[in-house]
């Protein structure tokens, strides 16, 4: 659904880590808290341990810092390239990114308070009202540290460059031959990510952002996290899934909230000669996207997220194929799987 796009790039870059362009989500137990007592946490305990102090400030210090400044922000998406100016605030658990001239999204507003997304689209006067995703930068991380500790991903370290003139430590994660999966560059005294890239499985950069300015001790009022447009159209998640299952002509079957997951977006793709209609929820700072479908279809491009940490589980319900992906366990997608109504 062209009219997503923006919304949907926002999710995919997130999805693979570059989640800092869209501050604000924390559920019962935040990635800044305890490591935890089970054996993946204490892989994670054991790792960043080793780790130089830089890397320990930023998970320490997420959804903790106060600073504003500008980033540019680049990637590509479906053969695309996309780049955005952000001029941001963040305060703690609260941020607000406006677009700048220049942009490819120019004009518009995001606004993350907490747990809640507030989106301005000002070229449709929309605004969406969801879940933000915040968490999942930082649990990607984390689950990289974690894979590290068992030959799975390569992390190391260096001194890193100044940016925006401040002093940088470098974080890279890469696959057993060396492959980059990604690069943080932290600054020294504060934790914050000042320059990150991602890549592809192909060894393709497809995300990228570098400060150009920032400002550690900025003047924040309550109304900078407030969008409060008169006249403007209010669409929640709830809202995206009936026009995206309309466009796909299904009758969707969703997660309930019984299952944990927040419903984050939804939209009608194609894949092959199908209609496929696709929701992406958010479950304990991990992504995932449910895939509903009629007859067959050329899985392909589902199996290749088999890799790595990504698993599916597949099954049939009211006269519909239905794949669930996501960072867990075939069993405990299984799990999930029993709460599609």
Same mark, same amino acid.
């Given at each position: 659904m062209e009219y997503q796009r923006p919304r949907i790039a926002l999710g995919l870059l997130?999805?693979?880590?570059?989640?800092?362009?869209?501050?604000?989500?924390?559920? !019962?137990?935040?990635?800044?808290?305890?490591?935890?007592?089970? !054996?993946?946490?204490?892989?994670?305990?054991?790792? #960043?341990d080793r780790l130089p102090a830089p890397v320990k /400030?930023?998970?320490?210090?997420?959804g903790k810092q106060r600073y504003s400044g500008q980033r540019v922000v680049e990637f590509r998406l479906d053969g695309e390239r996309y780049k955005n100016i952000e001029n941001l605030i963040v305060d703690g658990l609260r941020s607000r990114i406006e677009f700048a001239a220049?942009? +490819?999204?120019?004009?518009?507003?995001?606004?993350d308070?907490?747990?809640?997304?507030?989106?301005?689209?000002?070229?449709?006067? =929309?605004?969406?009202?969801?879940?933000?995703?915040? @968490?999942? +930068?930082?649990?990607r991380l984390r689950q990289f540290l974690q894979s590290s500790a068992n030959g799975r991903l390569k992390v190391t370290t260096d001194n890193g460059p100044d940016i925006v003139g401040r002093k940088t430590t470098l974080l890279q994660v890469a696959d057993p031959n060396g492959n980059p999966v990604q690069r943080v560059w932290i600054e020294n005294t504060t934790g914050i990510q000042l320059k990150r890239e991602i890549f592809d499985r192909a060894?393709?950069?497809?995300? $990228?952002? =570098?400060?150009?300015?920032?400002?550690?001790? !900025?003047?924040? +009022? @309550?109304?900078?996290?407030?969008?409060?447009?008169?006249? $403007?159209?209010?669409?929640? +998640?709830?809202?995206? /899934?009936?026009?995206a299952a309309r466009e796909a002509g299904i009758?969707?079957? $969703?997660?309930?909230?019984?299952?944990?997951? /927040? #419903?984050?977006?939804?939209?009608?793709?194609?894949?092959? @000669?199908?209609n496929v209609l696709t929701q992406t929820y958010i479950l304990e700072g991990r992504r995932l996207t449910l895939f509903q479908f009629k007859g067959n279809i050329d899985m392909k491009r589902l199996a290749r997220q088999?890799?790595? /940490?990504?698993?599916?589980?597949?099954?049939?319900?009211g006269g519909y194929s239905l794949v669930l992906v996501g960072e867990m366990m075939p069993d405990r997608l299984a799990q999930l799987a029993k709460f599609a109504k």
């Open positions: 997130m999805a693979v880590a570059l989640a800092p362009m869209a501050m604000g989500q924390h559920g !019962p137990r935040g990635p800044q808290g305890p490591a935890g007592a089970g !054996p993946k946490g204490r892989a994670f305990q054991e790792v #960043l /400030l930023m998970f320490a210090r997420f220049g942009s +490819s999204w120019y004009g518009q507003v995001i606004v308070n907490r747990n809640r997304r507030t989106h301005f689209f000002p070229d449709r006067n =929309e605004i969406f009202v969801g879940v933000s995703p915040r @968490d999942e +930068s930082i649990m060894g393709s950069k497809i995300g $990228a952002f =570098e400060f150009t300015r920032l400002n550690l001790d !900025p003047k924040i +009022s @309550d109304e900078d996290f407030v969008i409060n447009r008169r006249g $403007a159209k209010v669409v929640d +998640s709830q809202d995206r /899934l009936r026009a009758t969707p079957i $969703a997660l309930t909230q019984d299952s944990g997951a /927040l #419903l984050q977006n939804s939209r009608a793709v194609k894949i092959g @000669d199908r088999e890799k790595g /940490l990504i698993k599916t589980y597949r099954w049939e319900q």
